[in-house]
């Protein structure tokens, strides 16, 4: 299965934007790709998916906020995150889907004043 690394995050304010990547060993053109997130003690959420044909579906918390997108001859996938809001401090992890059971480090989004 396609190895993927996440970057991108950081701290950012209330109402902050942050890019994340997720970066391919190989060729995506094939796979769905998710963003995941987890904060402590929470479960980990599927905050958006993209098919291998550029369809996307988004959680309703980040609807509207979030858009995935990806960059075939990249071979990466995007999380642009817009409106961020304190809730959306997590851990990302990006996946293929059906997902695999090795997960990357992740990246940290905090957002915080």
């Known amino acids: 299965q396609v190895q993927l690394v996440e970057s991108g995050g950081g701290l950012v304010q209330p109402g902050g934007s942050l890019r994340l990547s997720c970066a391919a060993s190989?060729?995506?053109?094939?796979?769905?790709v998710g963003w995941f997130r987890q904060a402590p003690g929470k479960q980990r959420e599927r905050v958006a998916i993209?098919?291998?044909?550029?369809?996307?579906n988004y959680a309703d918390s980040v609807k509207g906020r979030f858009t995935i997108s990806r960059d075939n001859t990249k071979n990466t996938v995007y999380l642009q995150m817009n409106s961020l809001k304190p809730e959306d401090t997590a851990v990302y992890f990006c996946?293929?889907?059906?997902?695999?059971?090795?997960w990357g480090q992740g990246t940290q989004v905090t957002v915080s004043s």
């Open positions: 993209i098919t291998a044909g550029g369809s996307t």
């Open positions: 190989g060729s995506i053109w094939s796979i769905y």
């Open positions: 996946n293929t889907l059906p997902t695999s059971d090795t």
